[in-house]
């Protein structure tokens, strides 16, 4: 799985926090979980297994401070990949 993590800093506050999940050959996308800060923000599980998935969360994190997103994917066949982003 590519898995890519993109935070920007929100003009009204906090971080605007995007996320990309392609499959590589061979794999599909079965679920997506999101941590900002070791709090879940996304559990989501894919009917049809897709190839691609993007979700944008909005204000989260703080700023200024610390923040850490996890985000943790599923393939069709339970095989996991993690990725993290930590910034201040």
Do not use: C
């Not at 941590?35 to 200024?64: A, I, M, R």
């Amino acid at each position: 799985m590519k898995i890519d993590i993109k935070h920007t800093k929100n003009v009204l506050r906090d971080w605007d926090v995007d996320v990309t999940v392609n499959a590589e050959s061979g794999e599909k996308i079965s679920s997506v979980e999101i941590k900002v800060n070791d709090f879940p923000e996304v559990n989501e599980s894919q009917d049809d297994s897709v190839s691609s998935w993007e979700k944008q969360l909005t204000q989260k994190g703080q700023y200024p401070g610390d923040n850490k997103v996890v985000v943790t994917v599923f393939d069709q066949n339970g095989n996991s990949s993690v990725a993290k982003q930590q910034w201040s």
